[in-house]
């Protein structure tokens, strides 16, 4: 490498590290936090809705956010990763202007990808040989929150991040590409739908597992017997649990206890102590300086 192509680098990381950076920590911001949010000011609803009578601890919370930061710090060298492999033309990217239909085709193409790529790594992780080293520090957290979604080992959020920038890759060394905007989609699809898993409240209405049309969609309490009783390695279906035969044996009934009718939040239920009303604020705040670091973000996608 000439000196003149090490120049050339190190420009590309300074110029897109910061935005890349806010990009994938407002993710989890956003998404974490208005899951809080949700829990804190529709506290009743909420309750009703309670998957295990233990609560999290303050000391877990704590836990869970200082990991998911580091988390963080990894899917933004993944990204930074995918940016430069961009520019420098070994990741290729489809056409601004394809249409609609590609966009949600390859959206889905990437979350089925993804689906079976987290269920083999998260099953592997669970071996006896890698399971301290690699997946031991997510399972600290034996009653998930929103926070949790992040909380990985150094060696996990390797394993987690490292998919973006290998699945994009194997796809453009078959010469075909992916919409740039559909790996956009993927990237909020999947910090939500990770939240929404950790939330522990059934969130997914009643009458969800018996019916055929949406059973094959994890709920909440599909992740949660995960982290309460083992169980359930997938991540956004049910398929793989079902084909490999890991599915939790009570998983219906469980969610039949949890889940309620879908009703509305009974009006403004929030009257939390001071420490929880700050905590409200701060994550408000925080979510609106994460959405302005994300336009930042998707501008330097946009640019790249
Ligand atoms: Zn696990
Ligand atoms: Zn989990």
Do not use: C
């Amino acid at each position: 490498m000439t000196d003149a192509t090490i120049t050339h680098f190190t420009d590309l990381i300074a110029e897109h590290f910061a935005n890349v950076f806010y990009f994938d920590l407002g993710r989890y911001l956003i998404a974490a936090g208005v899951a809080s949010l949700i829990l804190l000011v529709f506290r009743r609803w909420a309750e009703a809705r309670r998957i295990q009578t233990r609560r999290a601890s303050r000391a877990g919370r704590t836990r869970e956010v200082l990991s998911s930061l580091r988390t963080v710090f990894f899917f933004g060298v993944t990204t930074l990763a995918t940016l430069i492999g961009v520019e420098t033309g070994v990741i290729r990217f489809e056409e601004d202007n394809a249409s609609w239909i590609t966009i949600a085709l390859h959206f889905v193409i990437v979350v089925l990808v993804h689906d079976a790529y987290f269920y083999w790594a998260h099953r592997a992780m669970h071996s006896k040989t890698l399971f301290r080293a690699t997946h031991l520090h997510h399972h600290k957290s034996r009653t998930p929150t929103p926070w949790t979604a992040y909380s990985f080992s150094t060696w996990e959020a390797v394993i987690e991040a490292a998919f973006m920038p290998l699945f994009l890759l194997a796809i453009s060394l078959t010469g075909y590409a992916i919409a740039a905007f559909a790996v956009f989609l993927f990237l909020w699809h999947m910090i939500i739908r990770n939240v929404m898993a950790h939330t522990g409240h059934e969130i997914f209405p009643a009458g969800w597992v018996d019916t055929p049309w949406l059973d094959w969609i994890s709920t909440t309490t599909h992740h949660d017997l995960h982290h309460s009783s083992g169980h359930n390695y997938g991540f956004y279906f049910t398929w793989w649990d079902r084909w490999m035969g890991t599915e939790h044996p009570r998983y219906k009934q469980e969610f039949r206890k949890n889940a309620k009718p879908l009703g509305w939040p009974e009006s403004w239920t929030f009257k939390g102590r001071p420490a929880e009303q700050a905590a409200v604020l701060l994550s408000a705040l925080l979510a609106a300086s994460a959405s302005a670091g994300l336009w930042l973000g998707v501008g330097a996608l946009a640019a790249a």
